[in-house]
């Protein structure tokens, strides 16, 4: 796996090469010299993520209704908050 650390300038300037890069394994985008963000191909992340869908796709699952949840009672709070 390579590693590759791009400035926020250089993945602006060339955001094909980041994607080339991608390719290969995870790119650092750095914003004053520290890591900022990573850049993974879709199959890393989905490696990494375990292939786990968004929420709006986990609860229109088939199956979902059978499933029961205890929800605890709401508990009143001990006084009042002054805003002013």
């Avoid at 796996?1 to 300038?9: E, V």
């Avoid at 900022?36 to 199956?63: C, D, F, K, Q």
């Amino acid at each position: 796996m390579i590693i590759t650390t791009l400035s926020s300038r250089e993945f602006n300037q060339d955001t094909s090469r980041a994607k080339k890069a991608a390719s290969e394994g995870p790119v650092f985008i750095t914003d004053r010299g520290r890591p900022a963000h990573v850049l993974l191909s879709i199959e890393e992340y989905r490696r990494l993520t375990g292939g786990r869908g968004n929420i709006a796709n986990l609860l229109a699952m088939p199956g979902l209704s059978d499933i029961e949840m205890e929800i605890p009672p709401r508990t009143e709070r001990a006084g009042a908050v002054d805003l002013f």
